[in-house]
């Protein structure tokens, strides 16, 4: 994870080990300084998330950089609840666009603070997965719903 003076401006998934979290954390922020203490109540509720327990994460967030649009439906993602799906026409809807659906899509394609900005509970209006950009892509998504108890037939 990565944090301003504002805020948490990034977050990574958990990888297949933690030499790739590191790298991955290096590539993604070069001029980042390690700090193994960064957000200790936040490190905690991740951990209680992949162990499949309901968490509320009330961290703040900064979203310098990115356009009043891509704010918005962050922050309108945000607010989608634990165990809980959504739509990407549904969240256009929400920031007051109608027929934004793909716009949408395309800032959940590049949410920086996945889980913490839920985009894991964005479905396709007929139901589909739609993409993941975390390493694992879909199947990563799969699993996580299911970890919140979403246990839908999911179509692919």
Known sequence: MAASEKG???LCLPTG???QARELARRRWPDAAPTPNLLPKLQEQVRTYFLGQPVRFRVP???TGLTDFQQAVLRACRAIDYGTTTTYGALAAAVGRPGAARAVGAVMARNP???IIPCHRVLGADGRLGGFSAEGGVDVKRRMLR???LYLELKP
């Open 147 to 149: 970890l919140e108890g």
């Open 61 to 63: 967030l900064d979203l």
């Open 8 to 10: 948490l401006c990034g």
């Open 17 to 19: 080990s933690i030499r």
């Open 113 to 115: 603070i996945p889980l």
